[in-house]
């Protein structure tokens, strides 16, 4: 049959259509792409600053994936561990400091799993006393003031600064001393001289009186400014007299030199005086220090005062006793809602919690003073400490970010945890894997505080910063199952001496014919039940159990500490950085102890046996 005139001679099929389609789309991205960019010259009409720039592709050679995705590459060149620090050792516990500190888990810097990854330590502005080491005194009154310098070492130290005391070496070492010798002058004026000259010799920075003390809370702008080291201006502070100065090195060497000069040194009593008006900037403000001078004794503690001309090594030890007594009733009064030791467990972690308890009992305790109910220069206002009153304490099982709530928090290993939770000692890796839940003690002491929609690597950033952000160390302590004691070296964290006996409250008990008849404690039940007697005698021996495996080299208790820690990564994380935590401070503090102990003929040095921190039970015994 004959086609008509207006048909095609062929037809295109469906997929020929597509395919041509296709190859023309791939023609013309190709042209685009590749072509267009280098033939069209820039237009003259463009603006200035788009005339320089044109479209184009890298070379194939030029091309690379991400560096993030190498982190994917399981066959990527192994890389090094970060060199080892000093100083960054205690026993077994490894650090390594980093600005990147808050990464939820250390390993990916550190590429150790047993090396906790904590911030770096600031460097810590010096502040100077002095102290005459050349003046013969009696053995007792020696003592005396060698503890009255401990305090004010504890009290500056807890207040993130570094005191050092200066005695006649460093005031010789300086070469103005030859002509300090020279010069006639008042003897009260040379003695204040010679304070100067020393803390010339180092370099300016902070001079304050031993008597001199923070009494405060950490955030208060004069002690943040003292802590930042910038002293721009040769600085007193108002109705202080020479209790504290800051300074730079020429201002100071300034001042001595118109001191020299001055026609009348014969008669001024101390550098202020010698020197002219203007060589001071005279700061009004001065709210968080306490200054116990000889003339605010005699007026605020006469009883002290009075006992100084009788006995002066026992009026130094009654005055170390009312300022240890000022400082713990300081501490006290900025936590208004009490100390809460957190037991996130409910049940069978009392054992666990009882150092934490015990450190609570005692820093709610009322320290012992010659005047009991004063109040510190500073504060005439404050609450004294009453034993009939004593600072409430919680066990709640979460966690607040409260200022008026100081936190002791005590960190379990894993597997310690779950030998508690399952009250029994033989629990194996199936049921770490069947029975328990995956970093359950972080979430639930941070449950209240983040929500349950939480991932466990944020809440292990909140947990870091809840232990070393920048004032975190002020309110709250984080400690692990490893203490066996309540913290040995916690009066240099919280810089005074802690009470070693809680005292009684001071009510009155029914006496006579028993205790039965004794109004039983009120129990607050957001303290958690109160476990059985049998429940106690138990979980001294369970936990026992659970650090002889933490020490055990034996393969399979290894393996079993191993598998807990794989299957609650946070949570060890969590352990192994406040472990680090507390090791790093003490091991600051102790080497500078070590440094200190060298100068001022030893004066102010902690000569108390425990000295070198707690004792631990978990694998981390001390070499």
């Given at each position: 049959?004959?086609?008509?005139?207006?048909?095609?001679?062929?037809?295109?099929?469906?997929?020929?259509?597509?395919?041509?389609?296709?190859?023309?789309?791939?023609?013309?991205?190709?042209?685009?792409?590749?072509?267009?960019?280098?033939?069209?010259?820039?237009?003259?009409?463009?603006?200035?600053?788009?005339?320089?720039?044109?479209?184009?592709?890298?070379?194939?050679?030029?091309?690379?994936?991400?560096?993030?995705?190498?982190?994917?590459?399981?066959?990527?060149?192994?890389?090094?561990?970060?060199?080892?620090?000093?100083?960054?050792?205690?026993?077994?516990?490894?650090?390594?400091?980093?600005?990147?500190?808050?990464?939820?888990?250390?390993?990916?810097?550190?590429?150790?799993?047993?090396?906790?990854?904590?911030?770096?330590?600031?460097?810590?502005?010096?502040?100077?006393?002095?102290?005459?080491?050349?003046?013969?005194?009696?053995?007792?009154?020696?003592?005396?003031?060698?503890?009255?310098?401990?305090?004010?070492?504890?009290?500056?130290?807890?207040?993130?600064?570094?005191?050092?005391?200066?005695?006649?070496?460093?005031?010789?070492?300086?070469?103005?001393?030859?002509?300090?010798?020279?010069?006639?002058?008042?003897?009260?004026?040379?003695?204040?001289?010679?304070?100067?000259?020393?803390?010339?010799?180092?370099?300016?920075?902070l001079l304050a009186d031993y008597r001199l003390f923070p009494m405060g809370s950490r955030q208060e702008d004069l002690l943040s400014f003292l802590r930042r080291g910038e002293f721009p201006e040769l600085t007193r502070w108002e109705d202080l007299g020479g209790a504290l100065f800051a300074g730079p090195q020429p201002k100071i060497a300034k001042v001595l030199a118109e001191a020299f000069q001055n026609r009348q040194k014969k008669t001024s009593k101390d550098l202020i005086s010698a020197a002219s008006s203007d060589s001071f900037r005279v700061d009004p403000s001065h709210e968080a220090i306490a200054y116990y001078d000889r003339k605010t004794v005699e007026k605020l503690y006469p009883k002290i005062a009075e006992g100084d001309a009788a006995n002066r090594a026992q009026s130094l030890q009654s005055l170390n006793a009312l300022i240890s007594y000022h400082l713990h009733n300081t501490w006290q009064d900025l936590f208004s809602q009490g100390i809460a030791v957190l037991k996130p467990m409910p049940t069978h972690t009392t054992t666990l919690i009882e150092p934490a308890v015990e450190l609570a009992k005692r820093l709610a305790t009322c320290h012992d003073s010659p005047i009991p109910a004063s109040c510190p220069p500073n504060l005439p206002k404050c609450t004294p400490c009453v034993s009939s009153y004593p600072m409430h304490i919680s066990t709640p099982p979460r966690y607040r970010n409260e200022t008026d709530i100081y936190t002791i928090g005590t960190v379990p290993h894993p597997y310690t945890l779950r030998v508690l939770e399952a009250f029994r000692s033989d629990i194996d890796i199936g049921y770490l894997r069947r029975e328990t839940q995956r970093d359950h003690w972080l979430y639930r002491v941070f449950q209240e505080l983040l929500g349950t929609g939480i991932t466990a690597s944020a809440r292990v950033v909140t947990f870091k910063d809840a232990v070393a952000a920048e004032y975190a160390t002020s309110r709250s302590l984080w400690l692990t199952d490893e203490e066996v004691a309540p913290l040995q070296d916690a009066d240099w964290w919280f810089g005074f001496a802690i009470p070693k006996n809680v005292t009684d409250d001071g009510k009155s008990e029914t006496p006579v014919p028993g205790p039965e008849r004794r109004p039983k404690p009120v129990h607050d039940p957001a303290d958690g039940p109160i476990p059985s007697d049998d429940e106690l005698a138990l979980e001294p021996e369970l936990l026992k159990k659970a650090h002889e495996v933490g020490k055990s080299t034996v393969e399979a208790d290894v393996r079993l500490r191993e598998a807990a820690e794989a299957w609650n990564l946070a949570d060890t994380e969590a352990w192994r950085f406040a472990r680090a935590f507390l090791a790093q401070s003490r091991v600051e503090r102790q080497q500078w102890e070590k440094e200190e102990s060298k100068y001022a003929g030893g004066a102010g040095r902690d000569t108390s046996n425990d000295q070198h921190g707690g004792h631990t039970r978990w694998k981390d015994d001390e070499k």
């Open positions: 049959m004959a086609q008509t005139g207006g048909s095609l001679p062929f037809r295109f099929g469906h997929r020929r259509i597509s395919t041509l389609f296709l190859s023309l789309g791939v023609f013309a991205l190709f042209t685009l792409f590749f072509t267009l960019p280098s033939a069209v010259p820039t237009s003259p009409s463009l603006s200035k600053s788009l005339s320089g720039h044109t479209l184009s592709l890298p070379k194939y050679s030029e091309f690379s994936l991400p560096k993030y995705t190498d982190k994917l590459n399981l066959f990527r060149p192994a890389s090094h561990k970060p060199p080892d620090q000093k100083n960054s050792k205690y026993g077994s516990t490894a650090w390594y400091s980093n600005w990147n500190w808050r990464s939820p888990f250390s390993s990916t810097t550190t590429m150790d799993d047993n090396r906790s990854l904590l911030p770096p330590l600031g460097e810590r502005t010096p502040i100077y006393c002095y102290y005459d080491t050349t003046i013969e005194r009696d053995a007792a009154v020696k003592e005396a003031e060698s503890a009255l310098l401990l305090t004010w070492r504890r009290a500056w130290w807890a207040q993130g600064l570094k005191p050092i005391i200066l005695s006649a070496a460093e005031a010789t070492n300086n070469p103005l001393y030859h002509e300090m010798q020279g010069a006639e002058m008042n003897p009260t004026l040379k003695r204040d001289v010679m304070r100067w000259l020393a803390w010339d010799n180092m370099g300016g920075g």
